[in-house]
């Protein structure tokens, strides 16, 4: 199975930034769209961010609308998220995902059902 592998994930005080990043060695990401999702203990998995295929289009969660920025560099192969002004409620397992041939549209909630491949997530912690 591909393997899609998360780094980033630190400690930050509230207000503070961090960037992670995301890549996968055997699956170009050309013709996926590509999520990150984040996990807090005892929650459910949420998608936070979608940027489709071809750098088409991206989409925010609202609680993460105007903080966080998601950007992708295919001749890299990387997939980044820029989180800006965190906040104690954004601290979970961060995990990219990729779907094939996935234009991202509004209905976050759906995504999951259409995730092909999953990275094994990298931990943010937002505490003072």
């Known amino acids: 199975q591909v393997q899609l592998v998360e780094s980033g994930g630190a400690l930050v005080q509230p207000g503070g930034s961090l960037s992670l990043s995301c890549t996968a060695s055997t699956l170009p990401f050309d013709f996926f769209g590509l999520v990150w999702f984040r996990q807090a203990p005892g929650k459910e998995r949420e998608a936070v961010s979608c940027?489709?295929?071809?750098?088409?289009?991206?989409v925010y969660a609202d609680a993460v609308q105007g903080r966080f920025t998601i950007s992708r560099d295919d001749s890299k192969n990387i997939l980044y998220l820029q989180m800006n002004n965190l906040r104690p409620e954004d601290t979970g397992v961060y995990f990219c995902?990729?779907?094939?041939?996935?234009?991202?549209?509004?209905?976050?909630?759906?995504?999951?059902?259409?995730?092909?491949?999953w990275g094994t997530g990298t931990l943010v912690t937002v505490s003072s």
């Open positions: 995902a990729a779907v094939r041939r996935y234009y991202c549209t509004t209905d976050l909630p759906t995504i999951h059902n259409a995730v092909n491949y």
């Open positions: 940027i489709s295929m071809g750098d088409a289009g991206t």
